[in-house]
C-alpha cells in the first residue's frame, strides 16, 4: 500500500511569509507526528497527533508553529513569520494506535525541504 | 534530560563488519531503535531491541544492549556498499516521542 506522502517536497519562501506543509498518513494509522531535521542533525520531535487532537506539542518551538488534523487523516503543519533558522527537512510520520509500553513503529515519509531565504 | 549521542562518521572496507555506536539517558525507555536515511529516501526502521534483551540478531544485523551503562550497538556483518547511509539510534522517552542522536554516516571503502 501507498507511504506516507509529504507535498511540496521542496519549499523556499522569503523571510517573513507564511507557509503550509501537508502530511498523508498510511491509510488506517490513527497517530501523527511532525519532526524537523536540521542539517547534520537527527529528527527532532515537534507534535504528535492521537486522532484529531494534539495529545503532545512540547516540541513546538515557539507560537509562530502550529498544526492541525481536523479529520483525523492529513495533517497540515504551518508556520507563520518565517524564520532563516527554520530551514530544515520536516518529515511527517504516523503509526497504528501506540499503546504504553509497546512498540511504537513510526513510518516515515520523504521530508519536505524548507529553504528560508 | 533526553539525549541521544552517537559517532558523526565511520569508515569501513568493504566485506568487513561495521560496528555503529550510541549512547543514550532515558533508563525508562522501552524499547530502543536503528534507523536508516538514504540519499533522498525517508527515514527506514532497520531494527529493534526491547529494553529488557541484549542482544538481538537480524541476519546481517546485531543489536547489542547494555542497560547499565546506556550503550547501544550495531553491528553489519559483510559491510556491502548499499550499506552506506546514514544511521539512527534512537529511543521512545513515552508513547508519542522518539528521541533520536545526530546520526552516524557510514560509507564503505573499496
Known amino acids: 500500500g501507498a507511504g506516507v506522502s509529504q507535498t511540496p517536497s521542496n519549499k523556499v519562501t522569503e523571510k517573513g511569509k507564511y507557509v503550509e506543509l501537508r502530511c498523508d498518513p498510511i491509510?488506517?494509522?490513527?497517530?501523527l507526528y511532525w519532526y524537523r531535521q536540521s542539517l547534520g542533525q537527527g529528527p527532532e520531535f515537534l507534535i504528535y497527533?492521537?486522532?484529531?487532537?494534539?495529545?503532545?506539542d512540547s516540541g513546538l518551538p515557539n507560537d509562530r508553529f502550529f498544526a492541525v488534523r481536523p479529520e483525523g487523516s492529513v495533517s497540515t503543519l504551518k508556520i507563520q513569520r518565517t524564520e532563516r533558522g527554520d530551514s530544515a527537512v520536516y518529515l511527517c510520520?504516523?503509526?497504528?494506535?501506540?499503546?504504553?509500553?509497546?512498540?511504537?513503529?513510526?513510518?516515515f515519509g520523504p521530508g519536505t525541504r524548507l529553504t528560508v531565504l | 534530560g533526553e539525549d541521544v549521542e552517537q559517532s558523526l562518521f565511520l569508515s569501513v572496507r568493504e566485506g568487513d563488519s561495521s560496528v555503529i555506536n550510541c549512547t543514550y539517558t532515558?533508563?525508562?525507555?522501552?524499547?530502543l531503535y536503528w534507523y536508516k536515511q538514504e540519499p533522498g529516501a525517508g527515514l527506514q526502521l532497520l531494527t529493534y531491541?526491547?529494553?529488557?534483551?541484549d542482544m538481538k540478531q537480524d541476519q546481517r544485523l546485531t543489536v547489542l544492549l547494555n542497560k547499565k551503562d546506556k550503550h547501544l550497538s550495531l553491528r553489519i556483518a559483510d559491510t556491502q556498499t548499499g550499506d552506506s547511509a546514514i544511521y539512527f539510534c534512537?529511543?521512545?522517552?513515552?508513547?508519542?516521542?522518539?528521541?533520536f542522536g545526530s546520526g552516524t554516516r557510514l560509507s564503505i571503502r573499496p
Open positions: 531491541i526491547f529494553s529488557n534483551m
Open positions: 534512537a529511543e521512545d522517552s513515552s508513547a508519542s516521542k522518539i528521541i
Open positions: 510520520a504516523s503509526s497504528r494506535l501506540p499503546l504504553a509500553g509497546g512498540r511504537n513503529e513510526q513510518f
Open positions: 532515558d533508563s525508562s525507555s522501552t524499547y
Open positions: 491509510s488506517g494509522h490513527t497517530a
Open positions: 497527533f492521537q486522532g484529531t487532537g494534539a495529545a503532545d
